[in-house]
């Protein structure tokens, strides 16, 4: 095995395929909205692992995946801050935070 | 840029550990709290990645608008509608779990797989512009990102807009449904809900 000069990206990809796993699976699994809105937070942060490692290894030159995780960031945030507020406005009429009682659009 | 080989791997083993246990903790964990600062940490670990990936910018970035405000957000957002309650059991949990547990770990696996079998075809050795990437991400965002970077902004202005009208309360004088005048003191009070009666 030839010595290794630097981290392979294996570890990288392997480490955010593992994160979004687990936000898929508690996207699934939660019955409370805030928990949700987290495992959403966490397969952002899988996708921008994934982003950086490949900006790193690939395209070091012209880190065009440092840029796009600076937007992913932002679109984070703002995603945040309405999941929230809508979250808000959903206990204020239902006085729960149960996925299962959300059953508005439901027909 | 030059750390040893030997810290690169111990540093990157500790933040992959801390991430994926904290992560399972956000999930699993039955105290929302616990997975809400639980998830700090798995932010502020995910930012010891990126300077592992010698990005010391996004780094920052992570911890100032990961930590500093989703995070807050959320741990406000809990604050406010963190109340016992009782969950109604779910005649076919069980199923679900298999289901989800099952699509969950097909899923990765064959993630796994993909990352292992492919040939990437790397360029050059990693880092090599090292502290320079800060202003070379300033230039890309000022020359070839602008538009997107102008229309984040916009978006950012949207979103603050919209996240104050969704969660304020109504300041009407009178309410819709009952025609009774509505009180506009700063502490809610237990008002009967409009829709739970609806299942």
Same mark, same amino acid.
């Given at each position: 095995?030839?010595?290794? +000069?630097?981290?392979?990206?294996? &570890?990288?990809?392997?480490?955010?395929?593992?994160?979004?796993?687990?936000?898929?699976?508690?996207?699934?699994?939660?019955?409370?909205?805030?928990?949700?809105?987290?495992?959403? +937070?966490?397969?952002?942060?899988?996708?921008?692992?994934?982003?950086? &490692?490949?900006?790193?290894?690939?395209?070091?030159?012209?880190?065009?995946?440092?840029?796009?995780?600076?937007?992913?960031?932002?679109?984070?945030? &703002? +995603?945040? &801050?309405?999941?929230?507020?809508?979250?808000?406005?959903?206990?204020?009429?239902?006085?729960?935070?149960?996925? +299962?009682?959300?059953?508005?659009?439901?027909? | 840029?030059?750390?040893?080989?030997?810290?690169?791997?111990?540093?990157?083993?500790?933040? =992959?550990?801390?991430?994926?246990?904290?992560?399972?903790?956000?999930?699993?964990?039955?105290?929302?709290?616990?997975?809400?600062?639980?998830?700090?940490?798995?932010?502020?670990?995910?930012?010891?990645?990126?300077?592992?990936?010698?990005?010391?910018?996004?780094? *920052?970035?992570?911890?100032?608008?990961?930590?500093? %405000?989703?995070?807050?957000?959320?741990?406000?957002?809990?604050?406010?509608?963190? /109340?016992?309650?009782?969950?109604?059991?779910?005649?076919?949990?069980?199923?679900? $779990?298999?289901?989800?547990?099952?699509?969950?770990?097909?899923?990765?696996?064959?993630?796994?797989?993909?990352?292992?079998?492919?040939?990437?075809?790397?360029?050059?050795?990693?880092? =090599?512009?090292?502290?320079?990437?800060?202003? $070379?991400?300033?230039?890309?965002?000022?020359?070839?990102?602008?538009?997107?970077?102008?229309? *984040?902004?916009?978006?950012?202005?949207?979103?603050?807009?919209?996240?104050?009208?969704? %969660? $304020? $309360?109504?300041?009407?004088?009178?309410?819709?449904?009952?025609?009774?005048?509505?009180?506009?003191?700063?502490?809610? /009070?237990?008002?009967?809900?409009?829709?739970?009666? /609806?299942?």
């Amino acid at each position: 095995m030839m010595s290794l +000069e630097s981290i392979p990206i294996q &570890a990288f990809l392997i480490v955010s395929s593992a994160l979004f796993c687990i936000g898929i699976w508690g996207l699934l699994n939660s019955r409370n909205a805030v928990r949700v809105l987290m495992s959403i +937070e966490l397969m952002l942060n899988a996708v921008n692992i994934n982003l950086m &490692a490949f900006s790193s290894y690939v395209d070091n030159n012209l880190i065009q995946g440092q840029v796009f995780t600076i937007f992913v960031i932002t679109v984070a945030a &703002a +995603e945040a &801050a309405v999941g929230l507020a809508i979250l808000l406005s959903l206990y204020r009429n239902r006085v729960t935070v149960d996925m +299962e009682s959300f059953n508005l659009l439901k027909w | 840029m030059s750390i040893a080989i030997t810290t690169q791997i111990i540093c990157f083993s500790v933040l =992959s550990l801390v991430i994926l246990i904290g992560a399972l903790g956000v999930v699993l964990l039955e105290s929302i709290v616990y997975s809400a600062f639980l998830l700090g940490g798995v932010f502020m670990s995910v930012a010891g990645l990126y300077l592992l990936l010698n990005a010391s910018f996004v780094a *920052a970035a992570q911890v100032l608008v990961y930590v500093g %405000a989703v995070n807050v957000l959320i741990i406000f957002a809990i604050m406010l509608v963190n /109340k016992k309650e009782d969950l109604k059991p779910i005649s076919d949990i069980k199923s679900r $779990r298999i289901i989800s547990t099952s699509i969950c770990f097909t899923l990765l696996s064959l993630l796994i797989r993909v990352d292992l079998t492919n040939v990437w075809s790397l360029s050059s050795p990693q880092n =090599s512009i090292g502290e320079e990437s800060t202003i $070379r991400i300033g230039e890309h965002l000022f020359s070839d990102y602008l538009l997107p970077f102008e229309v *984040a902004s916009v978006l950012l202005l949207m979103a603050m807009i919209g996240a104050i009208v969704l %969660a $304020r $309360r109504d300041v009407m004088s009178k309410d819709i449904s009952t025609g009774l005048p509505v009180d506009q003191e700063l502490i809610e /009070k237990s008002s009967e809900p409009l829709l739970t009666n /609806k299942n």
